[in-house]
């Protein structure tokens, strides 16, 4: 029976945090959007709730999330965690604050953290400002995010233009003390009604330290790395056993390829670097409303079998920008994540088994088209992306690749893993 439910803002931020899950030793299932009753296996110590609500109003991503927090309690789940993205992706409109507050009052907990930061991917919190790399959130590539631009690095003033509540911080020495002071300086906060407190971390031993004052609290919020530190710890708490073999998937045949919808430099370096036949599809055409997909899959047939393909719709940030002044945001966005969905299906139609998709709202439209409704968690390729294998009679392994992560051989290295 599961006992970790995780709501997460996003496709690929869902099978991040379900990846690292794995790693700790649980069985993990992630679904696309909230589960219908009755149908999260028992065989599972975790279940990923995958939305779409980082970025739609805040009453919407209120409204789901509560909706998700319910199906998760009917299957068993005990703790809860909000996984929203490790560069604290949102806006003075939300939806952090107000899908945190939301959970905690219909949990009637007193208090949650908030810790985004993923050591290993270069997301660090100090004094309560998050780094990218070595960079202020404030001026790293998130400050031009058109979505949700952070331009401030303090967490603490971000979250409090979110909450009317109290927002309080614990900063890394106190964490650097111990799980038992950090726990302590949690209580104090606590007692003074500060609701939501944000928690520095700068390695992988502060989420364990963190992992470990945590292991009570009914609800956590954060980026993948803070759920680092959740598996020891609620072992440690008797409420979870120990597994072997957790991120087991099912032996699939079939061909590679990769279709890849984001424009992120991780993504084009990816491209670059990647060695076997590469499409890159024509997105002027696609916007013009051809048949791109078509002529595209004509292409991809030949060439399946022998290694994995690619095909890309990215391009560099000033091409991307001339396309949207031409078609629109909104147009180009869709017609294209339209055609990059026609062609997974098309490419799973012709034999694909094993199928990476970069790109959060690719992937979104990838799922979608293939009517793909649950996802088993397997071994991680880089950090922050999994293997998966969809849920059913005929599962096919999909790789959801967050924009930005993964190494620079990604598209290669992740055919030689499961
Ligand atoms: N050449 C292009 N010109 C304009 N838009 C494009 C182009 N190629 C892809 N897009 C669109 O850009 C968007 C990329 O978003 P997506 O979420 O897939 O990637 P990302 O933002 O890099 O990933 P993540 O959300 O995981 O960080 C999609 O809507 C996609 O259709
Ligand atoms: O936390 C992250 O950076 C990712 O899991 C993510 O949310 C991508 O959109």
Redesign the pocket.
């Known amino acids: 029976m599961a006992i970790l439910g995780v709501i997460a803002d996003?496709f690929?931020g869902a099978t991040d945090i379900a990846g690292m899950l794995v790693k700790g030793g649980m069985r993990t299932i992630q679904t696309i959007g909230v589960p219908a009753k009755g149908t999260i296996p028992d065989d599972v110590d975790a279940v990923v709730v995958a939305l779409k609500t980082r970025s739609i109003p805040a009453a919407d991503a209120v409204a789901q999330s509560l909706d998700a927090l319910k199906a998760l309690q009917d299957a068993g789940c005990v703790r809860f965690f909000f996984k929203y993205c490790s560069t604290f992706d949102s806006t003075d409109a939300g939806n952090i604050g107000p899908v945190g507050d939301a959970l905690l009052d219909a949990l009637k907990a007193k208090q949650a953290i908030y810790c985004p930061a993923f050591p290993v991917n270069g997301r660090t919190t100090f004094f309560g400002h998050l780094f990218v790399g070595d960079l202020l959130l404030s001026d790293s590539h998130m400050k031009h995010h058109p979505l949700t631009p952070m331009t401030d690095a303090s967490l603490v003033r971000v979250l409090a233009r979110q909450t009317p509540h109290k927002v309080g911080l614990v900063a890394l020495k106190q964490v650097q003390s111990g799980s038992a002071v950090l726990r302590a300086a949690l209580d104090r906060l606590a007692a003074d009604d500060v609701r939501h407190v944000v928690v520095d971390a700068v390695a992988d031993t502060d989420l364990g330290i963190i992992g470990e004052a945590i292991g009570d609290d009914v609800l956590v919020t954060g980026g993948s790395g803070v759920a680092l530190g959740l598996p020891a710890a609620y072992r440690r708490r008797g409420l979870l056993a120990h597994r072997a073999g957790a991120g087991a998937l099912p032996k699939v045949e079939g061909a590679c390829a990769v279709v890849a919808?984001?424009?992120?430099a991780a993504?084009l370096g990816q491209i670059a670097t990647f060695k076997g036949p590469h499409l890159a599809l024509d997105?002027d055409a696609i916007c013009r409303g051809e048949d791109v997909a078509g002529k595209a899959l004509d292409w991809a047939k030949d060439k399946l079998g022998s290694g994995p393909i690619l095909l890309s719709?990215?391009?560099k940030p000033e091409?991307?920008k001339a396309?949207?002044a031409k078609y629109g945001v909104e147009a180009?966005?869709q017609a294209?994540?339209k055609t990059?969905a026609g062609l997974a299906r098309g490419l799973v139609a012709a034999g694909v088994g094993r199928l990476v998709v970069a790109?959060?709202?690719?992937s979104g439209a990838v799922v979608s088209a293939l009517d793909v409704t649950a996802l088993r968690i397997g071994p991680e390729i880089d950090p922050g992306v999994p293997w998966t294998a969809s849920v059913g009679a005929k599962p096919i392994l999909l790789a959801l690749k967050?924009?930005?992560f993964g190494a620079p051989d990604f598209f290669t290295k992740a055919f030689d893993r499961p």
């Open positions: 996003d690929t919808g984001s424009c992120s993504t997105t719709a990215s391009d091409k991307v396309l949207q180009s966005s294209i994540e990059m790109g959060g709202e690719t967050s924009g930005n």
